[in-house]
């Protein structure tokens, strides 16, 4: 599938570069768009550094979810740091001149989830760059109460991760770690953030799968105990007996295959918890009787991020130290590298890849 | 299927009355066997009522299940209730002429998961009545860590039952109760105790979901709100409005049926909890993407009972008078008229039904 | 000590009749001040009902406590319900014209407690009727975000009390509750209420504890299975004896007296909880090492309501009818009965004092 | 105090050594005893190693919680390792040869904590070394269900130390670590083991807080991030500050001391846990409404080992290699030096000492 390419507009004061999908169908424009205003409870940002998230590649290739989900033309993307530009008249939390990232799931805080603080399964909630324009761009708006101001130690190319890298710390941190073993079926980068944060969360034992070599080589150096490649090895097995016919205590799903899940629940131990982040593109079967019923398993559907507890225990774990992501980081590229990225990304020859902004 | 009987042999000192898979196929027989020997740690209990269970009715049938499980001959039934009379040396608990009842997974005590208080979920255990030999006779025998002494003030019908009462309290009281909203899939005999108990503990709206009008109608009589029916209503539709478009707090799943399970999570609030009790026949589909995951929905595998902790609340909930799970006790026959007892839970057209000795 | 009154000033379109603490001095007045404005995010409600809490016998008598906090001039009050009358331009919650109360708890949404969705324990909290304007007046203002929207069922004397009804909700939903024995120590209205919620939510047994024959008996109505009398019972003695030597799973402490402490801790069951809402006066002596660490025991500090869970699963124990309160709301009078209304509450001779607007 | 020695007797076949205090008075004697006799359920072992806990010094010491507990004469002592010599009729877990420790808290089984999976609450808690013989001989006997089978790579001297070990993890796991902040007041061995703990566990910063300049030196080598001397530093102020204002999510009390308990509450964050395991050697005064009700902390007692998760998860921890106890290990002598460890443990110029047995 090739990447149109649409021809630029003139600039003006009140527009901004971008990249939308400009219409249903593959492909993507790098376009320019007015700058969006600022509500009274909004904080404008100067986007500096963004990453692509598989979501991004739905939406670029025009997939069924994203064909009955997107309204284009779209400006997307939902990863990304920045510097606070301007400030509605309502806003307290940052000023002009700070260092954010936000969390994406815009909620309305007036649902029955919200007002009990569940935000992040909010039952009106929109998505930057997904319901609402998003983060590829020079600026993107989001309310005041979706911004997290950054720390100083926190480096530029992760902070424009720090949804992804949320997404595996609130998987991870869902229940107990220290002194337990898991698995991790997946290894992109949520996968292999995962791992690095159940290692650095005292987890005494970690299994990691994928298919994917590199993935595999990744979520090594991000401190995986054992390397199950799916094409391969009997993946269930080889846990229960690694594990001494136990099972792990803890699975998180970071892949979305049914395969992965079937083998997860199997070598799961009797009261182990299976934490789903992966999203299976099709309903799939599962054996409930054997694998959740009779196993007292506790299963969680895991979504978004905490807001912000998941944030602020994700920059504690980053400050101290202990967990390093930066060998997920692959890549660094210009925005005007876009295209390369995403093909990179496609490939499966890169982990994490972090665009930085390479225009005035 | 008819039930078979055989003749009874000529009675001794050293055997006893039972019911007995006597071999392969559907079918039972009314035997005399040997009364079963109690070793030091063992309790062995006069049966004074017992109860049957729907797991007798597949071993009675011998459906695929029961070929892949039951070893004949072998005397089942776990339901009972029965007086202490005789105990192993190292018995410290109970004394002959107490009032028992039991636990019937018994437990290794040795494994990870009983190591670590989770003996409902031990590695090793064998279920009275299908592992290891049953209740539906004269005597039977558990170890000193599986009885549960009776407190004189329940009667002797609902000591027979305290195995599925127990399954409803521990799948109730799995989660918090008070104030919340609540669907109860499926109202056979352990359906409607748990709507008794989540009414008893204060949930402030419970839907009864059932397919047979006598089963709602005890329902209904345990306190259930809203009564539906999936052969005439709009299910998961109904719950949704009922409950302004929230969906419940909490779904019980006690009927193993996969469009109750689908009613269920398609009608279950954001971060609401779902507690599976019910065994499915078979593997079946869900739509993990929406119904666990975005929803941030939790879910539990419940099996038997928390050892002893579901014990002591069942206790307490049935003494304080706001659990009367009467209504559900809808016949008490004697031992002789087992096979009507039979014919009358396999026609729907009963709630529960205890059997009491009617022989010396 | 004497209630003084000081004169009325003349009425206009722009000033509002209130209750307040006129001096650094014992005593109230009835005033004439400006009505509060309305800032973007705030609604101001015409108050229709309210009720006195100890916290304003405090600021009346003003003892230490109220010297240390309190900034006079100061419209007091904070148990209220009333109809909003006007909203800032950035609220969506509700309109003009719907019946409300609200949270008292003015949190400020940026700190460490709230965004970690902590509000009630947030770091800068301001609190209606003490930190600034209060509810005993004919409008009282507060931010969208503590606004309670009434369900058109509850009645306005038991909406004028969910301050301190929720209060008693997050005291006693702190922890399991159902199958499970409790002592609720000081029997005021909020432990009366807990009484009841406890009883609502399958609480088995319920010892209520006081020296106050007139609010034992409300606790009684509320339905403590046990009352016992610090004037002549011994306190933990008997409830150790009564529940079989175990002690209770469960203590609430609405007294803040330290003997009621340290009863409540010798009569708590191995492992139980202690959820404590009652303010002492001063620091007190606790035997940490028997009380807590050797007991296991889990010591909860309660503040305010969970904002908004509290206050959704009140109002589901009040719409379900197992929770009446009414039994504690032993007088209703006008706003000019105010004076009578103290004296009454001051004596211990009435339960909850409602009162009701008596001026247009 | 000086350290009495009485006369050994002579050595039979039935007899063994042991250290002992024999009468109401300070000191000690080494003896020789019947060595143990083994019931059906029991495990006799071989003691190899053991080492001196603080509880041992107050038997030495004689003070008035010896004398009102210990009744001499009585071999004591409680941290040990060593291999089954023998086993009861009835004992599955061991068999001799098997290198092993024990948990040393021998509960009765029977009791409603023990039945409901809070055995380290056991109303009926009997001590090895305190309330029954102890393990300061050349056997000693434990139940079954207090042996604890040791994995191969777990080393002597670490095996002699899993009881305070144990203590360390229980009290450090009893809530989330990940990405939190923390406090540990006291830094004997067991609040050292804890900040290892925590670290291994993802703690992002935690500030140790003892007065003897050593015992600091250890908590910085197990990864303390900050020391504080209460002799001179301002502690509460300076965890208040350091964390930003927010004081930090956990504290860990191992000392004991009025006034760390006082610090550790005034420099916790609002909605933080304090996990008591230090005993205080009398009732202390605390500011319950400031300290605990405002700050709606989560106050828990701390007692043992949770049997047996505790301990795998200890185990998990050791093998992981994140966690190593070895720098608070200062010293291994042989028995024959049990006075100058003894000696040595007192002067505060020691962590933890192991004693080998060095006499056939």
Same mark, same amino acid.
């Given at each position: 599938m090739p990447l149109s390419s649409v021809s630029e507009p003139t600039v003006s004061h009140d527009t901004m570069w971008g990249i939308?999908?400009? *219409?249903?169908?593959?492909?993507?424009?790098h376009v320019r768009v007015p700058i969006p205003t600022v509500g009274p409870k909004d904080v404008r940002i100067r986007v500096t550094a963004f990453a692509i998230c598989g979501t991004d590649l739905?939406?670029?290739?025009?997939?069924r979810w994203?064909? *009955?989900r997107i309204k284009p033309p779209l400006v997307f993307g939902h990863e990304f740091t920045g510097i606070v530009e301007s400030v509605g008249a309502e806003v307290a939390l940052v000023k002009p001149g700070d260092r954010v990232t936000?969390?994406?799931?815009?909620?309305?805080?007036?649902c029955y989830a919200c007002r009990r603080g569940l935000a992040h399964l909010c039952q009106n909630v929109t998505i930057l760059g997904v319901d609402r324009q998003g983060a590829f761009a020079d600026f993107v708006v989001i309310p005041e109460g979706n911004v997290w101001k950054l720390h100083p130690d926190i480096p530029e190319e992760i902070a424009a991760i720090h949804d992804p890298l949320g997404n595996a710390v609130h998987?991870?941190?869902?229940?107990?770690?220290?002194?337990?073993?898991? *698995?991790?079926?997946?290894?992109?980068?949520? @996968?292999?953030?995962?791992?690095?944060?159940?290692?650095? *969360? @005292?987890?005494?034992w970690v299994a990691?799968?994928?298919?994917n070599p590199l993935r595999l080589e990744l979520a090594e150096r991000m401190g995986a105990d054992v390397l199950l490649n799916v094409e391969k090895d009997d993946v269930a097995g080889s846990i229960v007996r690694l594990t001494d016919g136990r099972g792990v205590d803890g699975m998180l799903e970071m892949s979305g295959h049914p395969q992965a899940i079937r083998d997860g629940f199997e070598s799961l131990a009797n009261g182990g918890r299976v934490s789903l982040l992966g999203i299976p593109s099709a309903p799939l079967?599962?054996?409930?009787?054997k694998e959740i019923i009779f196993r007292?398993?506790?299963v969680q559907g895991i979504n978004g991020r905490i807001i912000f507890d998941t944030w602020y225990r994700m920059q504690e774990l980053l400050l101290t130290g202990r967990l390093d992501v930066r060998p997920v980081l692959t890549h660094q590229l210009g925005w005007s590298e876009f295209e390369k990225a995403v093909e990179l990304q496609r490939s499966g020859k890169a982990g994490k890849i972090v665009l930085k902004r390479d225009h005035a």
């Open positions: 939308q999908k400009p *219409s249903a169908a593959p492909g993507i424009a739905h939406i670029i290739e025009w997939d994203a064909e *009955s936000g969390e994406t799931h815009v909620y309305c805080g007036l998987t991870a941190l869902a229940g107990p770690i220290a002194g337990l073993r898991f *698995s991790v079926f997946g290894c992109g980068p949520i @996968g292999c953030f995962a791992v690095g944060i159940l290692k650095a *969360s @005292g987890a005494s990691a799968i994928d298919r079967e599962i054996d409930v009787a007292g398993a506790v």
